[in-house]
């Protein structure tokens, strides 16, 4: 089986995104009622920008990480694996990533946020070591803010 590597996104991984997103996201429709909103984030501009990193097993895209620099943490605004690719390490790997990250970049806190209905999700943050800040409800999503303090 071929190593897995993270690596910038780029042009030419779009099509690839873009179908890793609706793959991943797509159980969460229906108990959200709508798109959440990984899935309608424009991520030809993050990739432009150079937010977006791809980990690929082969040519194929098995993982997204999208990481956002703010004045006092880096945020972690997108995560999504592959549904053939989960439960193979692949998130903890990408939050491991985004930890070493925040870290380079100095900062000791990294935040995300996350729909209550995403209870997988939420249940991994969890384990790996983020809390609760707090809740609210924002343009129709209920949203769950988690943060890691980095040691």
């Known amino acids: ?5 993270l ?3 780029g042009a030419g991984d779009l099509d690839a995104i873009n179908a890793l997103i609706a793959a991943a996201f797509a159980p969460y429709v ?8 990984p899935m309608v984030e424009d991520y030809a501009a993050l990739t432009a920008a150079g937010l ?3 980990l690929v097993r082969g040519p194929a895209v098995e993982g997204i990480l999208v990481l956002i620099d703010q004045d006092d943490h880096l945020l972690l605004d997108v995560l ?4 053939e690719a989960q439960g193979q ?17 100095g900062h000791d806190i990294l935040r995300l946020l996350t729909n209550e209905a995403m ?11 983020f809390v609760e800040t707090h809740r609210s409800t924002e343009s129709g999503f209920r949203r769950v803010y988690l943060e890691k303090r980095l040691a």
């Open 1 to 5: 089986m071929a190593e897995t590597r």
């Open 7 to 9: 690596r910038p996104a």
């Open 30 to 37: 229906p108990r959200i009622g709508r798109k959440p909103a």
């Open 52 to 54: 977006v990193q791809v």
């Open 80 to 83: 999504a694996v592959a549904p």
């Open 89 to 105: 390490g692949i998130g903890r790997r990408l939050i491991a990533e985004a930890e070493r990250q925040a870290r380079h970049r």
């Open 119 to 129: 209870v997988e999700p939420l249940a991994l943050y969890r384990r790996v070591g």
